[in-house]
């Protein structure tokens, strides 16, 4: 058996080189590389909210390893010793007195504490806005319905992984949210209490809670935090990055900056991103733990509000009426119950809205180009809706803190968050889809009729018009590039006696048209209108 490889001489390769070419002929980097350097990647502000969350939750992953350096997990209870006169003598738990110790013994413990909970805050922040966008703009159309569900998941993963987290240091503004997380679950027919004992360890509060939330905040939703991102990244790489409209950009390119200077932009902007956050640990305190004091279940902190991602789920708490029925010997706490359906089924709506628009258009087509929402009215009045009932909610959670500050009486308060909540998304849906065709009819006047200049002109025959300059061929393909879908008509069901394939069929048709029927867009302009007009008042 002949072998072609030949020895290499001691010295014609250096040390990194052949640990290089070794480890590439192991891993394969370089072809990834290349294939990297050959992207193109588009350049808009929008797709940096995308890049905020990714390299905020690197800033978690960096400061949770170092307050776990630090952080002691246990319930069980000592006395505090520490710097912290007021609470000296205390009986803490060992979690509460670590929390203490991290923030006033450990050199920087305090500054790297507030800037993980800031990046926290920051990070679903960005990923929430970040699907807003993917929302407005239809970049979760075909092919990149998983990675929707991928930014959907991560969004929920990142809520829960702020309410473990927040629960860590077992103080009294904690305690106070993990009592109302144990009277929601306890709410749930027939499993709640298996589901409250099993999370517990026990009758709330339980011994292994604070172990039991470590776990999960540190290893559990981390590790699936992390597997969701690489898919997401993965999918992105596979399926190119979308791009908004523009000349020379179609369905099969992409119009960008190379990846060296991509690279570059994105370094600065995390090192950008990594001072903003630890600028806002400096200078504003969060979660001031020792002023709450520890945990006790027999007390509850006034004015107490969670993280504002978790506010909506409290908003509906608040505003729910105090509602119980009795069936076959068991009471069912309607007032708990209801504001988690409710708040499951608000989400289970953005995850499953792309599936639902594309039974709806029928559209089998790979889209890599991104609407404006103006142009998709009844979709971008779907999203504020959906905005509204979380901003109103988020409202709700803050009724005595509102009903404080204002004055007012706290039951009229929870009044107008009820009322809002079935009023509030109604107007917004309406008013958006008003001025989405509003704009549209902008568009439209602007593609026939240019910008206007001011300049009045007298035709020969003695008629005054204004005299409109052209717009450039850059802006006209912009406000001309997109498609208008038409409302699909309802098939009948392939069997005549079949009820439930022609109610669907039926279903789907209404759903079309209420997209896409009349009403819902202006037409584009054609191309013989803008000969028409721009031969008739254009200089």
Do not use: C
């Amino acid at each position: 058996m002949d072998n072609d490889s030949r020895p290499v001489e001691p010295g014609q390769l250096r040390t990194g080189e052949r640990l290089a070419r070794w480890s590439d002929s192991r891993l394969g980097y370089r072809g990834l590389a290349r294939s990297a350097r050959r992207r193109a990647f588009p350049d808009h502000w929008s797709f940096m909210l995308g890049e905020i969350a990714l390299y905020s939750f690197v800033i978690l992953l960096l400061t949770g390893v170092y307050l776990s350096f630090h952080f002691h997990p246990s319930s069980d209870p000592v006395v505090y010793r520490g710097s912290y006169a007021p609470l000296r003598g205390q009986v803490v738990s060992e979690a509460f007195d670590s929390t203490l110790h991290i923030s006033f013994d450990v050199r920087g413990g305090l500054l790297i504490r507030q800037a993980h909970h800031w990046a926290a805050l920051v990070f679903v922040a960005a990923v929430f806005a970040h699907m807003l966008r993917v929302f407005f703009t239809g970049a979760f159309r075909k092919p990149r319905e998983v990675n929707w569900i991928f930014g959907f998941l991560l969004l929920v993963l990142a809520m829960f992984a702020g309410l473990t987290g927040y629960d860590l240091p077992d103080d009294l503004l904690s305690g106070t949210g993990l009592q109302v997380v144990n009277g929601t679950i306890l709410s749930v027919p027939v499993v709640g209490t298996y589901l409250s004992f099993f999370l517990f360890g026990g009758e709330f509060p339980g011994d292994d809670l604070t172990a039991r939330f470590n776990t999960i905040h540190v290893l559990v939703i981390p590790a699936l935090m992390i597997a969701l991102i690489v898919g997401h990244v993965a999918l992105a790489l596979r399926h190119r990055h979308t791009q908004y409209t523009g000349p020379g950009r179609t369905r099969s390119n992409v119009v960008g900056l190379p990846f060296r200077v991509h690279a570059v932009k994105a370094g600065g902007y995390f090192f950008l991103v990594s001072g903003v956050i630890f600028f806002m640990a400096a200078v504003a305190q969060i979660n001031p733990v020792w002023k709450y004091g520890p945990f006790r279940p027999d007390q509850v902190s006034a004015d107490s509000q969670p993280d504002w991602y978790m506010g909506v789920a409290d908003g509906f708490l608040r505003v729910m009426p105090g509602w119980e029925i009795a069936l076959w010997g068991h009471t069912l706490a309607l007032d708990n119950l209801v504001p988690l359906l409710v708040g499951v089924l608000l989400f289970l709506a953005m995850g499953a809205y792309p599936f639902l628009e594309a039974w709806v258009t029928d559209d089998d087509r790979d889209q890599h180009l991104l609407d404006r929402p103006r142009n998709r009215p009844v979709r971008t009045a779907v999203g504020v809706a959906w905005l509204s009932v979380y901003s109103v909610a988020l409202l709700g959670a803050a009724n005595d803190v509102i009903a404080t500050r204002l004055q007012v009486s706290v039951d009229d308060v929870t009044w107008a968050v009820r009322i809002g909540l079935f009023v509030v998304p109604v107007v917004a849906f309406l008013v958006t889809r008003r001025v989405a065709l509003g704009l549209q009819r902008r568009d439209r006047d602007s593609v026939l009729h240019g910008r206007e200049t001011g300049v009045i002109k007298r035709l020969p025959h003695g008629e005054y018009v204004e005299i409109h300059q052209p717009i450039s061929q850059a802006r006209l393909h912009s406000l001309t590039a997109h498609e208008q879908y038409r409302p699909l008509r309802p098939a009948p069901g392939p069997d005549p006696d079949a009820a439930v394939p022609a109610r669907t069929q039926r279903l789907r048709g209404r759903l079309s048209r209420a997209l896409y029927g009349p009403g819902t867009q202006v037409p584009k302009p054609t191309a013989a209108e803008y000969r028409e007009i721009s031969a008739g008042h254009r200089s």
